[in-house]
């Protein structure tokens, strides 16, 4: 399908997870240990996204865990893993979508509505989805 003219959506907004896919495999994957997955696979994250021309500002606040990251578009930065490392990092704007390759990972965030963020992050074949709703 042809990429629709819509124009572009801002991301800022408050947004809390409501449903995900595959997230114990994933943190898994990356090195998470296991009693931090059992803690964190029910919590339902609240993302705060401020969106300024090309300078973002993120915070996730996952129960008492908050991970803060700003960037430009396009200029490499160093940004927060979720496994709490650092590490730098160029995050590139296509359209509606936040494109970053992190450590290995592969992630996308794209607002697939004004009102809906999905993030879905690759490592090694498996593939971890993220869908938050607009507070």
């Known amino acids: 399908s042809l990429p629709s003219l819509s124009t572009i959506m801002s991301f800022t907004g408050k947004y809390q997870l409501e449903s995900q896919e595959n997230f114990e ?3 898994k994957a990356i090195g998470v240990p ?6 964190g ?4 994250s609240i993302s705060e996204i401020e969106e300024t021309g090309d300078d973002f500002k993120v915070t996730v606040t996952t129960g008492s865990n908050v991970i803060t990251n700003s ?3 396009g200029k490499e930065t160093e940004l927060q893993t979720p496994t709490g490392g650092k590490a730098k990092a160029v995050v590139v704007r296509d359209g509606n979508k936040l494109k970053v390759s992190l450590e290995g990972i592969e992630s996308v965030t794209e607002l697939t509505d004004a009102n809906t963020i999905l993030n879905t992050m690759s490592v090694g074949g498996i593939v971890y989805k993220r869908i938050s709703k607009r507070m």
Do not use: S, V, Y
């Open 25 to 27: 495999a994933f943190m």
């Open 34 to 39: 296991d009693d931090l997955i059992q803690k």
């Open 41 to 44: 696979k029910d919590l339902k």
């Open 71 to 73: 960037f430009t578009i």
